[in-house]
């Protein structure tokens, strides 16, 4: 009996049953877990090693088997806690931290003014951190920013006459990210309302939940490893495109009723929950009304163990 493939069984066993306890509400998971405890994958690694040495393959597996219960046991109940602050959903990985939590009046401002652009292209950096996006503003673009390490940098290019936006999140003395941070580390985006906007998000781990319904946003690109990501698509364009890539994600997007959606999904391990759709011949998925629509959503999904659901408001 190999002791590597005992391993790899409860490890999908584990992922498994953490998608369907989390699709079905039982638990609220946050797969950034997995990405914080990579380095198990090691210690697994060499313990398998070790173990297949062993003349006693019976008593090898066993002790394979116990070990890894115990790591995805571990794993399983950090990614499950969670506390509510300010309104925000945050999971929490360490109890026993003492940062001081600080007051969005002590938050860090960055902006850029409007000068009247039609077109603008915002470009997201970070990691180990919280963006939420809902409000307006009369700035082209501002970030008010709580926290403890690391920073952020803003520039601004004009091309063709479209301003472009790049917010970056930036490693400060050298030192890495850490998921750990994102206890201490929130960003709140408003936006202008007036131009046309382009937006992409690169995230190694994290969490982002955009509210767009009041926006003119044509694309919407969301790159993540180990991330959570939630959109709600507005309809004050005719055609809107929006691209997720993911690692181990949880995934939430919301469409208008009244806008037509298709979605194209290319997934390996990954839990589908599209209630309203479709299947079509080609393996997409649509809604009923969409070629018969005003206003259409393109949904473009992929990802290796991720979460993704799509659903009509």
């Not at 992922?15 to 998971?29: A, E």
Request: aromatic content about 12%; hydrophobic content about 40%; overall charge neutral.
């Amino acid at each position: 009996m190999k002791t590597e493939k005992i391993i790899w069984g409860l490890i999908f066993i584990f992922v498994g049953t953490v998608f369907m306890l989390d699709n079905f509400n039982v638990i609220n998971f946050y797969w950034g877990s997995i990405w914080r405890f990579w380095p198990i994958i090691f210690i697994l690694a060499g313990i398998n090693m070790l173990l297949s040495r062993l003349a006693n393959k019976t008593t090898a597996a066993i002790v394979a088997a116990s070990i890894t219960l115990m790591v995805l046991a571990f794993i399983g109940y950090q990614g499950s806690i969670r506390r509510e602050h300010n309104g925000w959903v945050q999971f929490r990985f360490n109890d026993d931290r003492n940062d001081s939590d600080r007051s969005w009046s002590d938050a860090s401002i960055f902006s850029e003014p409007y000068t009247g652009s039609k077109a603008a292209t915002l470009n997201i950096q970070g990691s180990a951190t919280v963006f939420d996006l809902s409000d307006s503003t009369s700035m082209l673009f501002q970030a008010d920013v709580k926290e403890t390490r690391g920073g952020y940098s803003l520039e601004k290019t004009t091309t063709d006459s479209v301003d472009v936006l790049n917010f970056r999140k930036r490693n400060r003395n050298g030192r890495g990210f850490k998921m750990d941070d994102m206890e201490s580390n929130e960003t709140r985006l408003s936006l202008n309302s007036n131009p046309v906007w382009d937006i992409t998000v690169e995230m190694g781990a994290g969490e982002t939940d955009f509210n767009l319904e009041q926006f003119k946003v044509r694309n919407l690109k969301f790159e993540g490893g180990a991330a959570s990501f939630k959109a709600k698509i507005g309809s004050k364009l005719p055609l809107a495109n929006v691209s997720v890539e993911t690692g181990v994600a949880s995934v939430e997007i919301e469409v208008p009723a009244a806008s037509g959606c298709r979605i194209v999904v290319d997934s390996g391990l990954s839990s589908k929950d599209f209630n309203g759709f479709a299947k079509q011949a080609d393996g997409t998925y649509k809604t009923s009304n969409y070629d018969s629509a005003v206003n259409k959503v393109n949904i473009s999904l992929k990802g290796g163990l991720s979460s993704f659901e799509v659903r009509k408001y």
